[in-house]
């Protein structure tokens, strides 16, 4: 019979055990079923089929109005284009902790626990993904609001550094430069 965890440092020692084995047994049940050995897409470096899917669903509600916006069709492909080149760029450590986000938003059981529909990300609803994404925004846990700065700023920064949407933000484009003028 389990006993309840009481509002007590023991508790919250207890809580904290159950926690970790149970992120490690999700971390493990991801491993060995192959998530992180899946390779890359077909003519991406970093990114993978799922990563890819994930991120389908989860750019038009975290860009809402302005994607796909001035670059209409092509506004999917220069995204991932541009997700995967700044992913590569991430230090060793970085690109391993968004690789194991995005593994674990693979795996459904482990999506589920961490508040997402149980449903594959191209069957989701926008209204479903916006409500996941305020709720990690919003959590009293530190590792979901990290998660979601994490994917929200990687994506909000590889969409606004496309040139062609520069006018929708209101950025006037990179400064000319000015040559010097030689000394006298």
Same mark, same amino acid.
């Given at each position: 019979?389990?006993?309840?965890?009481?509002?007590?440092?023991?508790?919250?020692?207890?809580?904290?055990?159950?926690?970790?084995?149970?992120?490690?047994?999700?971390?493990? /049940?991801?491993?060995?079923?192959?998530?992180?050995?899946?390779?890359?897409?077909?003519?991406?470096? /970093?990114?993978?089929?799922?990563?890819?899917?994930?991120?389908?669903?989860?750019?038009?509600?975290?860009?809402?109005?302005?994607?796909?916006?001035?670059?209409?069709?092509?506004?999917?492909?220069?995204?991932?284009?541009?997700?995967?080149?700044?992913?590569?760029? +991430?230090?060793?450590?970085?690109?391993?902790? +968004?690789?194991?986000?995005?593994?674990? +938003? =693979?795996?459904?059981?482990?999506?589920?626990?961490?508040?997402?529909?149980?449903? #594959?990300?191209?069957?989701?609803?926008?209204?479903?993904?916006?409500?996941?994404? =305020?709720?990690?925004?919003?959590?009293?846990? =530190?590792?979901?609001?990290?998660?979601? #700065?994490?994917?929200?700023?990687?994506?909000?920064?590889?969409?606004?550094? =496309?040139?062609?949407?520069?006018?929708?933000?209101?950025?006037?484009?990179?400064?000319?430069?000015?040559?010097?003028?030689?000394? /006298?």
């Amino acid at each position: 019979m389990l006993n309840t965890i009481t509002t007590s440092r023991r508790g919250f020692m207890q809580l904290s055990a159950t926690s970790a084995a149970a992120l490690t047994l999700g971390a493990s /049940v991801a491993g060995l079923t192959g998530c992180s050995k899946v390779p890359t897409a077909n003519g991406y470096k /970093v990114l993978r089929p799922g990563d890819i899917e994930i991120l389908r669903a989860v750019a038009p509600v975290i860009l809402s109005g302005s994607y796909p916006g001035s670059l209409a069709a092509d506004g999917e492909a220069v995204l991932l284009r541009s997700l995967d080149k700044v992913v590569l760029t +991430l230090q060793d450590y970085a690109r391993s902790q +968004l690789v194991m986000l995005f593994d674990a +938003l =693979q795996v459904a059981p482990i999506r589920a626990l961490m508040g997402a529909p149980w449903t #594959a990300w191209s069957d989701m609803q926008p209204a479903d993904i916006e409500a996941f994404l =305020q709720d990690w925004k919003t959590s009293r846990i =530190q590792l979901k609001r990290m998660g979601y #700065a994490s994917l929200c700023k990687l994506v909000t920064m590889c969409w606004y550094s =496309q040139p062609s949407t520069f006018a929708f933000s209101g950025y006037p484009g990179m400064p000319q430069r000015i040559p010097a003028s030689d000394p /006298v």
